[in-house]
């Protein structure tokens, strides 16, 4: 009876690869074997366990020391600097933090039963990286920390951002149907009641959030498209330097507050530093000063950011002790 190759074989082939660095045709000439069969015991060694691929992030030296510049300086439990090029568009600053951060949370996250999840361009980007079996076997529950928005912008689509990290990690989350943003005193209906209590509620139990953090709105192309035309100009006019959750903040990490409200469903962000991990995403040199104040705010625990974004942090914070 003819039998394949044995284990000693199939470990040589996957030497002479991996190792060596021979094409498919030279192992299959010395060993007898066609470029298919090859190929196949090859993979084969994978699933035996004798080839196990280790990808490693890229780090630099100076995203390390900025990294413990940062952490120190800022009381944060871990910080994360990824490195870009200097001519980094803002798209690939996006790209390089939720590469990583895919990484990074799908280890932290396993950790917790429920988790709470922001939007934003980098998150959303995050949600698409995510591998396809994310986790160390941990299943945790995810919950909007905020409303829906708009129908174009899918940056902002909550829902979508808690089914592609449940999809992850094969688990579930909460959805929710109600805007993020209402005109101050618009009822609710009594379905709508029982949704938004019922998500109160959820919210009790989260010990891990991730979010993004929203650039000055001086500079924002975009704002929610929901807020009332009033708001989104006095907003424009303010001191504010970013928002977390739809919350807009100042220099200082005060909220914003306008003659021209609206009535926010969004998780209290005065509560993201109390609980276990709360992740923020964020980079671009635009975002320093949000950064910060946000730190100082005590609105998040990690950070998840760039080395320009870096750089410009730790100068804001060397410039505060002049």
Known sequence: MKTGPDASTIYRIARSYYAEGLSQEEIGAKEGFSRSQISRLIERAREMGIVKISI???????????SQLIRKGLGLKSVLVVPVRKDASAEDIVLAIATQAAD???????????????????VYRTAELLPRTAGKGGRPFF????????????????????????????????????????????????????????????????????????????????????????YKEELKRSSSCGDILAHF??????LFEAEHGYDLLAFDIAKLGKIERAICLAGGPNKGRGILAACRAGYLTD???????????VRLMDKERV
């Open 56 to 66: 490693q992030p890229p780090s630099t030296r100076a995203g390390e020391e900025l």
């Open 104 to 122: 990074r949370l799908s280890d932290l996250l396993a950790d917790f039963d429920v988790v709470g999840l922001g939007w934003g361009h980098s």
């Open 143 to 230: 919950v909007p920390l905020i409303g829906t928005s708009g129908d174009d912008n899918p940056d902002l689509q909550i829902n979508t951002i808690i089914d592609r990290f449940g999809t992850a990690f094969r688990s579930k989350g909460y959805f929710i149907n109600i805007p993020s943003v209402r005109e101050r005193g618009s009822p609710l209906s009594q379905m709508e009641r029982q949704r938004v209590a019922m998500l109160e509620e959820r919210w009790k139990a989260v010990q891990a959030a991730v979010f993004g953090l929203g650039q000055p709105p001086s500079e924002s192309a975009e704002l929610i498209y929901e807020l009332p035309g009033e």
């Open 249 to 254: 903040f100042d220099g200082e990490g005060k």
């Open 303 to 313: 950070l998840i950011t760039d080395e320009l974004t870096a750089l410009e942090l």
